[in-house]
């Protein structure tokens, strides 16, 4: 069993930055791929950003690439969201995601959920 819980949302305008951070229970954090979605209001939850086990191969939806960094340290049993430049659009509950099986990283199918945290960009 793994318990997620993330951290690091708010309120941002424009332009901004913010850095997600989603704590994992347990001592087998290395060994599940990590990945973060995005639900916003009445849409359906997409994906975000995602990274693998150990070597650090990371995969990005086109909406946010070059402008948001996903990272892990294994140490800490800790994944990170890094989000910069962000547009209006990217408000959305965020969640953080583990899984065990490593194809597909951008399909939805984690074996455990955090509960979210919200972002807020305004205009």
């Known amino acids: 069993q793994v318990q997620l819980i993330e951290s690091g949302g708010g309120f941002v305008q424009a332009g901004g930055s913010l850095r997600l951070s989603c704590a994992a229970s347990?001592?087998?954090?290395?060994?599940?791929?990590m990945g973060w979605f995005r639900q916003g209001l009445g849409k359906e939850r997409e994906f975000v950003a995602a990274i693998s086990r150990s070597v650090g191969t990371s995969y990005y939806a086109d909406s946010v690439k070059d402008r948001f960094t996903i990272s892990r340290d294994n140490a800490k049993n800790t994944v990170y969201l890094q989000m910069n430049s962000l547009k209006p659009e990217d408000t959305a509950i965020y969640y953080c995601a583990a899984r065990s099986t490593i194809v597909k990283l951008w399909t939805p199918e984690y074996d455990y959920w955090g509960q979210g945290t919200q972002v807020t960009v305004s205009s």
């Open positions: 347990g001592r087998t954090f290395s060994s599940y791929a």
